[in-house]
Nanobody, 124 residues
């Protein structure tokens, strides 16, 4: 299974970006998908999760109401729409896949596959 994240870039505070993660290698709908991020000098942290069917989602409190995770099982992609971006959202963003549970958790250790990361920089 390979995950390829894209869509990062430099944006001003208050702006928007849309991240995408393309998944190849096995049946995409078998995986619960999540996004994590890692800021410089900090540990990787959970951002958002979506269930295998897309029917359930949840978010870390810091991004609720600003970020939206979605998936397209026909196109084997998961996306993260990020609005009202803040400088504290600056990080490398990673997509991750969990093939053991219908909805992934917040711990990095529960994920089986990871993308390479895409850098998001929000300027003030």
């Amino acid at each position: 299974v390979q995950l390829q994240a894209s869509g990062g870039g430099l944006v001003q505070a208050g702006g928007s970006l849309r991240l995408s993660c393309a998944v190849s290698g096995r049946t995409f709908s078998a995986y619960a998908m999540s996004w994590f991020r890692q800021a410089p000098g900090k540990e990787r942290e959970f951002v958002a999760a979506i269930s295998r069917t897309g029917g359930r989602t949840y978010y870390v409190e810091a991004v609720k109401g600003r970020f939206t995770i979605s998936r397209d099982n026909a196109k084997n992609t998961v996306s993260l729409q990020m609005n009202s971006l803040k400088p504290e959202d600056t990080a490398v963003y990673y997509c991750a896949a969990d093939n053991r549970r219908p909805l992934g958790g917040t711990a990095t250790t529960t994920y089986d596959y990871w993308g390479q990361g895409t850098l998001v920089t929000v300027s003030s």
